[in-house]
């Protein structure tokens, strides 16, 4: 089995920051990418963030939803199957629920397949 398990999300101030966590466990054996995404009510789920394996100086290429860029960062720990999200400067349009995304192989056999987190809620108020 694989989970991802989110952490982080929580009732913030405009303008404040939040940092989400998103640990990936269990049967695997190499992620492809990591990334979040997020889900406001009666919105379509929605690209926030995500980034490729990378080497120990590379970091992996990220990519970035037009809304975030310049306002959030993606980075990824390889060694620990964890990828952040820090949040700065945060709008009452980030309120949404984020869910952590994973393409990995669990083993040589079968191909990547995707996976997703329970989601988070972060709530940013005016």
């Known amino acids: 089995q694989v989970q991802l398990v989110e952490s982080g999300g929580e009732l913030v101030q405009a303008g404040g920051s939040l940092r989400l966590s998103c640990a990936a466990s269990?049967?695997?054996?190499?992620?492809?990418?990591m990334g979040w995404y997020r889900q406001a009510p009666g919105k379509q789920r929605e690209l926030v963030a995500t980034?490729?394996?990378?080497?120990?100086?590379?970091?992996?290429?990220?990519i970035y939803a037009d809304s975030v860029k310049g306002r959030f960062t993606i980075s990824r720990d390889g060694a620990k199957n964890t990828v952040y999200l820090q949040m700065n400067s945060l709008k009452p349009e980030d309120t949404a629920v984020y869910y952590c995304?994973?393409?990995?192989?669990?083993?040589?056999?079968?191909?990547?397949?995707?996976?997703w987190g329970q989601g988070t809620q972060v709530t940013v108020s005016s």
């Open positions: 269990g049967s695997i054996l190499s992620i492809n990418v």
């Open positions: 995304y994973a393409r990995l192989r669990r083993d040589y056999i079968r191909g990547y397949y995707d996976f």
């Open positions: 980034i490729t394996s990378g080497g120990s100086t590379s970091g992996g290429s990220t």
